[in-house]
Structures are given as structure tokens and as C-alpha cells.
């Protein structure tokens, strides 16, 4: 079927406001700077919970009881390692190459080369193969970041928790209880958000009851672009070349005055600070003293403050990479690994939200509005013009 495009039709480009499914993992108000997962405001969750019970919330859409946090911790533990010969391939990876495609390479690796992937492709099949993956994607990027940086990979310690065992995984030592807090805190605030990108692009690809592994993969595509997953990494390189407040005020009135776009502000939905952000400045500040970085942070706040008064009568305040990249850099975390560090909570939100949608499947298929030429008589090569 075709329209023609003086039809009187709405369009929405980029689908905004197209509602595509009905959810009940999680949602965001962007007028109220409001995100919640399964009924439970994401400020309750940064202070109270943990990556593993929010996890378990996003899958199974209420909390565990004690027995059934140990099951599905004991459960996350086991699925942790990953073959050494999805390890090895990846770093033998040709130099330079972003984390990000070495993530997505490597998960395509795994559903290739380890016969244990090869699960039944029903419901059940899918989810535990997901939880699988959310276990699986700290070892894979940290041992990226590892390789990256000619380590060898840290070999996953059953002992600690998923965010402690994170950091440990990439630095190799133990980190400090509030380096493991801010991470668990980070994990839970990055695990889901709504049908961004991202989780789009993996409902699109499982919606063709293709396997979990490649829906996970078109996720990490998606989120590699600056536009969603990798402007963190931009906003911490910035920050880091400003050396003082003057220059970070000389930074941001430039980028004002020339009316460019401050990276790390604005988001599709929310018209006011992203609670995210709001949870990351606090920690982002203790951290930052703690580790001599307090400058980096004076630096962000000059800017986000200039930002505000310039940018937020329009609605366009920070967002959670304006502080999650500088959380990260304090935390020791190689700037390319922040945005893979994004994949690793958000695959909890991938996962859920799969198994959601496959439950009353529907196949993806929007329309375009043709608008190029008709009729046209094909020429052979040797007459064109
Ligand atoms: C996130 C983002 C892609 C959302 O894009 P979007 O919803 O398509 O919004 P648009 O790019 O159409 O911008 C809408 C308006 O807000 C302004 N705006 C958006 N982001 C802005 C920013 N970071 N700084 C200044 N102004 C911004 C645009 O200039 C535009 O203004 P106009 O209507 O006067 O032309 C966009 O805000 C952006 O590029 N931000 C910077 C990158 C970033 O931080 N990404 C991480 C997101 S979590």
C-alpha cells in the first residue's frame, strides 16, 4: 500500500510519541523527572536495593524474598564465565578497535562457538539464556578493557556480588565499599529506561523470533552511537581538558553563544534534570573528593549550572552521562569502557522487556511515506548521461 505524500498524514519522525506496546516493566515522566521500574520510584531502588533484586524486580516484576535472591544470586554467579575462546578471538582483534564492537562481536562469538548457547527458543529458553547474559556482560567488558590495555583477563571471583565483582574484574583488586556502592548504584540506574533506542532496536530484531544473543547485539549497536549510550565519554574528555571554572565558564558561554548543543543535556523525554543525573551529582561529588578529582567535579557543576539558565526554560537540563562519566573516571574505569559499562546494566532492561514483548508477540513493521519519483524508464548503463 502506498500514500501519496500530498495525502493528509501524521508522520513522526524518529516514531516520538508513537506508542509501538504496552509494558509493565518500567516507565519515565519527563515533565516530573520521574523513572520507575515495576512500580518502584528509581530513587528508592538507588538507596535501598541492589543490581541483582532489581534485576530479579525487571524479570520477574516483583521483589524477592530473601530464598529467592539467593537462588537467582547463586544462579547469576554460576552463568558468570565466559569461554576462554570468545576471549581469546577478541583479543586477537586488530588494534584500534571501540569496546563497543568488541562487545558486540563478542557476544556473537559466544552464540557461535559455545554449544551451550544453543538453548530452546521458547520463552523460558530466552529469559534464562538472558540472565545467562546479564551475568556473562561484566566478564566480557572487563576482560575488553583488560585486553585493551594488554592485561590479562581477571577471572570472575564467585565471592563478591555483581557490582563488587565488576570493578574487580576491570582493575584487578578489590574495591573500596563506596566505589562498590556507586557502581551497584549506577547498574541499578542505567538497568532500564523506557523504549529508547536501544531497547527498540533489541525488541525490533527478537520481534522476528530471531535468538536472544542477536537481539542483544542490534542493543549494543544502538547504543553506541553519541546520541544515546556514548556521550559520557564525550562529556568526561571535555571535562578533562577544561583545567580550571573560568575555563569551563569560557567553555560553556561559547558553546551558548553559538547556540550548540551541550553534550550530556537534553533527552528526548525529559523536559527537566533526569533523576538519574540528580542521583549520580551526589555521589559523583564524594567521589570525586575522595579521590583528588574535586576539580573535575567543580568544573561539571559550573558548566551544568550555566547550561540550566541557559538551556532549561526550553527543557533541555542534564542528563545521565552529564555524571556518570565522571563517576566512572574516579572509579579507575578506562574512558572507552563507560559506554560498554551502559551494556552491561542495561541488558537486565533488554532482556525484560524481550521476554515481555515475545509473550504476545507482533512482528515490527511501521511504514514510510514514499516521496521520490514515479514512472521513471530504465536507461541501460552505456546510454545514461
Ligand atoms: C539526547 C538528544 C539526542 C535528544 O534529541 P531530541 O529529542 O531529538 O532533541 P533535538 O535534538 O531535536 O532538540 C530539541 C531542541 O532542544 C535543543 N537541544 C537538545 N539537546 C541540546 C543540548 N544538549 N544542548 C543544547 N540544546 C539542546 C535543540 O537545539 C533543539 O532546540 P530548538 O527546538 O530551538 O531547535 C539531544 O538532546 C542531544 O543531542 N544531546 C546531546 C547528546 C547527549 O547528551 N546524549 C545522551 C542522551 S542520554
Known amino acids: 500500500m502506498r500514500n501519496s505524500p500530498d495525502e493528509n498524514l501524521d508522520i513522526s519522525e524518529g516514531l516520538e510519541d508513537v506508542i509501538a506496546s504496552t509494558t509493565s516493566i518500567g516507565y519515565l515522566d519527563g515533565q516530573k523527572g520521574k523513572l520507575v521500574y515495576r512500580g518502584y520510584d ?3 531502588l538507588a538507596e535501598y536495593s541492589t543490581f541483582e533484586e532489581t534485576v530479579f524486580l525487571l524479570l520477574y516484576g516483583k521483589l524477592p524474598d530473601r530464598t529467592e535472591l539467593e537462588v537467582f544470586n547463586d544462579k547469576l554467579v554460576s552463568y558468570r564465565p565466559v569461554m576462554d575462546e570468545v576471549l581469546d578471538r577478541l583479543a586477537g582483534t586488530p588494534c584500534p578497535c571501540h569496546p563497543m564492537s568488541m562487545l558486540r562481536s563478542g557476544i556473537s562469538l559466544m552464540e557461535c562457538i559455545d554449544e551451550t548457547c544453543q538453548v530452546a527458543q521458547d520463552i ?3 529469559r534464562e539464556m538472558g540472565i545467562r547474559l546479564i551475568a556473562q556482560m561484566p566478564t566480557l567488558t572487563a576482560s575488553i578493557a583488560r585486553i585493551l590495555n594488554n592485561e590479562l583477563p581477571v ?5 563478591l556480588g555483581h557490582a563488587a565483582n565488576f570493578l574487580y574484574m576491570i582493575n584487578g583488586e578489590l574495591a573500596e565499599p563506596l566505589a562498590e556502592k556507586i557502581m551497584d548504584v549506577s547498574l541499578i540506574l542505567h538497568a532500564d529506561h523506557g523504549m529508547n533506542a536501544s531497547t527498540f532496536a533489541c525488541l525490533v530484531v527478537a520481534a522476528t523470533l530471531s535468538d536472544i544473543h542477536s537481539a542483544i547485539t542490534a542493543g549494543i549497536s544502538a547504543l553506541k552511537g553519541p546520541l544515546h549510550g556514548g556521550a559520557n565519554e564525550m562529556v568526561i574528555n571535555i571535562l578533562l581538558d577544561l583545567h580550571s571554572q573560568e575555563d569551563a565558564k569560557r567553555y560553556a558561554d561559547e558553546v551558548i553563544a553559538n547556540k550548540k548543543k551541550l553534550v550530556g543535556f537534553g533527552h528526548r523525554v525529559y523536559s527537566t534534570i533526569d533523576p538519574r543525573a540528580k542521583i549520580l551529582r551526589q555521589y559523583a561529588e564524594d567521589i570525586s573528593i575522595i579521590t583528588g578529582n574535586e576539580c573535575l567535579f567543580k568544573i561539571a557543576r559550573t558548566i551544568e549550572k550555566r547550561g540550566i539558565k541557559a538551556y532549561g526554560k526550553k527543557g533541555v537540563c542534564p ?4 555524571y556518570s ?5 574516579c572509579l579507575g574505569i578506562p574512558t572507552n569502557m563507560f559506554t560498554p559499562i551502559f551494556a552491561v546494566s542495561r541488558t537486565a532492561g533488554w532482556v525484560a522487556r524481550i521476554v515481555e514483548y515475545i509473550e504476545h508477540n507482533r512482528i515490527f513493521r511501521p511504514r514510510a511515506l514514499y516521496v521520490g519519483p514515479e514512472g521513471l524508464s530504465y536507461v541501460p548503463i552505456d546510454e545514461r548521461e
Open 42 to 44: 528509581i530513587f528508592d
Open 325 to 329: 562519566g565522571l563517576v566512572y573516571y
Open 124 to 126: 523460558e529458553g530466552k
Open 155 to 159: 577471572p570472575p571471583d564467585p565471592g
Open 319 to 322: 542528563n545521565v552521562d552529564f
